[in-house]
């Protein structure tokens, strides 16, 4: 498979990218090459894809389900009861929503954690995305479920060579208040053992930080560091509630955090330190969570909403410039993922999106990444490749009629348990 992008903007220049298999092999101002398919780029700029650092992807099916409510009572009375009914089949049919909408607004990446991993693995595979899978482990703080947690997640593991090599299936205990010490403690072994990501939500709200400290002692990520569970493989995520020291031990563990600024405000869960955080020098990306606390899974609406956050907290409109934001969106997010992309650069993976320069968010086309962070919609996405393969192009989707159907089949069937 080769692809050659003719005449597209890319760095304010006018120029030919041809892809062979998975990379991008050549970029010149004039390519003679002939290929299988050639895209016609005059209209277009060339851009890396997103990478979603932190979802749960089948909650598509939960949008708009359970609005409106503090984060505990959200989960205990709602989430959770519901989630008690889903089967395989409901996360498959809910990723593949995830999966059309991210495409959809040029993201090739997200780093799951939820139930059923396999439907979510499918799903990612078929629609030709990159993904991190995690069975999430919640052992309702019960250390004896602890052996039947690694079990799980290492079956997953095992399941590996099941999909293609774009899928891999990751460790992620839920968080401290729903997983024991043991669990944590052993499932960040197997994630060292193996080589494999490990995704944790920390310190998300004031209440987590406060039952922390009664329960341990500890403040959240203090508790985790006594555990031994931080190092560079894991990302923590939402991190809303952090002091200097756990600042310091973070950045010392090289620890990235997943800043999800729409759900972190749609449940109030109090305002993330943007500045405090850069001036300790920790690695962060931007994420969208679950569509249940955002509503959707829009890394544009999320860059946007992480610099306008940032801003209003520090009270200074120079804090989150749009060039770091789309950073923090796309390179940042790949490295952290361990994925040589998110640079449209030879020998980089062949990940990237086209976006029109006609679409009217994008008029006039001098000053593109300040205008996809501040003004971009998805609809001024072209085209999306991922791995060399293109997933979108004139904004069509394979499928996209018969995964919207699957999508509100699932749906009913699950409120309907
Ligand atoms: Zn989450």
Same mark, same amino acid.
């Given at each position: 498979?080769?692809?050659?992008?003719?005449?597209?903007?890319?760095?304010?220049?006018?120029?030919?990218?041809?892809?062979?298999?998975?990379?991008?092999?050549?970029?010149?101002?004039?390519?003679?090459?002939?290929?299988?398919?050639?895209?016609?780029?005059?209209?277009?700029?060339?851009?890396?894809?997103?990478?979603?650092?932190?979802?749960?992807?089948?909650?598509?099916?939960?949008?708009?389900?359970?609005?409106?409510?503090?984060?505990?009572?959200?989960?205990?009375?709602?989430?959770?009861?519901?989630?008690?009914?889903?089967?395989?089949?409901?996360?498959?049919?809910?990723?593949?929503?995830?999966?059309?909408?991210?495409?959809?607004?040029?993201?090739?990446?997200?780093?799951?954690?939820?139930?059923?991993?396999?439907?979510?693995?499918?799903?990612?595979?078929?629609?030709?995305?990159?993904?991190?899978?995690?069975?999430?482990?919640?052992?309702?703080?019960?250390?004896?479920?602890?052996?039947?947690?690694?079990?799980?997640?290492?079956?997953?593991?095992?399941?590996?060579?099941?999909?293609?090599?774009?899928?891999?299936?990751?460790?992620?205990?839920?968080?401290?208040?729903?997983?024991?010490?043991?669990?944590?403690?052993?499932?960040?072994?197997?994630?060292?053992?193996?080589?494999?990501?490990?995704?944790?939500?920390?310190?998300?709200?004031?209440?987590?930080?406060?039952?922390?400290?009664?329960?341990?002692?500890?403040?959240?990520?203090?508790?985790?560091?006594?555990?031994?569970?931080?190092?560079?493989?894991?990302?923590?995520?939402?991190?809303?509630?952090?002091?200097?020291?756990?600042?310091?031990?973070?950045?010392?563990?090289?620890?990235?955090?997943?800043?999800?600024?729409?759900?972190?405000?749609?449940?109030?869960?109090?305002?993330?330190?943007?500045?405090? /955080?850069?001036? #300790? *020098? &920790? +690695?962060?990306?931007?994420?969208?969570? %679950?569509?249940?606390?955002?509503?959707? !899974?829009?890394? $544009?609406?999320?860059?946007?909403?992480?610099?306008?956050?940032?801003?209003?907290?520090?009270?200074?409109?120079?804090?989150?410039?749009?060039?770091?934001?789309?950073?923090?969106?796309?390179?940042?997010? /790949?490295?952290? #993922? *361990? &994925? +040589?992309?998110?640079?449209?650069?030879? %020998?980089?993976?062949?990940?990237?999106? !086209?976006?029109? $320069?006609?679409?009217?968010?994008?008029?006039?086309?001098?000053?593109?990444?300040?205008?996809?962070?501040?003004?971009?919609?998805?609809?001024?996405?072209?085209?999306?490749?991922?791995?060399?393969?293109?997933?979108?192009?004139?904004?069509?989707?394979?499928?996209?009629?018969?995964?919207?159907?699957?999508?509100?089949?699932?749906?009913?069937? $699950?409120?309907?348990?």
């Amino acid at each position: 498979m080769s692809l050659l992008i003719k005449q597209v903007l890319l760095n304010n220049e006018r120029v030919d990218v041809y892809i062979e298999h998975n990379n991008f092999t050549a970029i010149k101002p004039k390519l003679s090459i002939s290929t299988d398919t050639v895209i016609d780029g005059s209209r277009f700029a060339i851009l890396p894809a997103f990478y979603n650092m932190h979802t749960h992807s089948a909650m598509t099916l939960m949008r708009g389900y359970a609005d409106d409510l503090e984060l505990h009572a959200w989960l205990e009375d709602h989430i959770w009861p519901l989630e008690s009914n889903l089967v395989e089949e409901h996360v498959y049919h809910g990723t593949r929503l995830a999966a059309l909408e991210m495409i959809k607004s040029g993201t090739v990446f997200f780093n799951d954690m939820y139930f059923f991993p396999y439907g979510t693995a499918k799903a990612a595979d078929e629609m030709g995305m990159r993904a991190d899978i995690a069975p999430v482990l919640v052992d309702g703080m019960d250390a004896s479920r602890s052996d039947e947690m690694i079990a799980y997640a290492k079956e997953a593991i095992d399941h590996s060579d099941d999909y293609s090599s774009r899928v891999r299936f990751a460790v992620s205990p839920h968080a401290i208040y729903t997983v024991s010490a043991d669990t944590l403690i052993k499932s960040a072994e197997l994630a060292r053992k193996e080589n494999l990501p490990y995704q944790i939500h920390i310190s998300e709200s004031e209440t987590e930080v406060k039952n922390s400290l009664k329960q341990f002692g500890l403040r959240p990520v203090q508790y985790l560091e006594s555990l031994g569970i931080l190092s560079p493989n894991v990302t923590a995520v939402h991190c809303v509630h952090l002091d200097d020291t756990d600042r310091k031990i973070l950045k010392n563990r090289g620890v990235t955090i997943a800043h999800c600024p729409a759900s972190n405000m749609k449940l109030s869960s109090g305002h993330f330190d943007y500045v405090s /955080a850069k001036k #300790a *020098g &920790l +690695n962060i990306v931007v994420a969208t969570d %679950g569509a249940c606390s955002n509503n959707n !899974l829009s890394m $544009l609406d999320e860059m946007k909403i992480a610099t306008l956050r940032a801003k209003v907290n520090s009270g200074d409109p120079t804090i989150a410039p749009a060039q770091e934001i789309f950073d923090m969106a796309t390179v940042k997010a /790949a490295e952290a #993922a *361990g &994925l +040589n992309a998110g640079k449209i650069e030879v %020998g980089m993976l062949a990940d990237c999106m !086209l976006v029109n $320069l006609n679409h009217p968010t994008l008029v006039p086309s001098g000053h593109l990444i300040s205008d996809m962070v501040y003004s971009a919609n998805p609809e001024c996405i072209d085209t999306v490749i991922c791995d060399g393969n293109i997933l979108m192009q004139d904004r069509k989707v394979k499928n996209e009629e018969e995964i919207i159907k699957g999508a509100n089949e699932a749906y009913s069937d $699950l409120i309907k348990k």
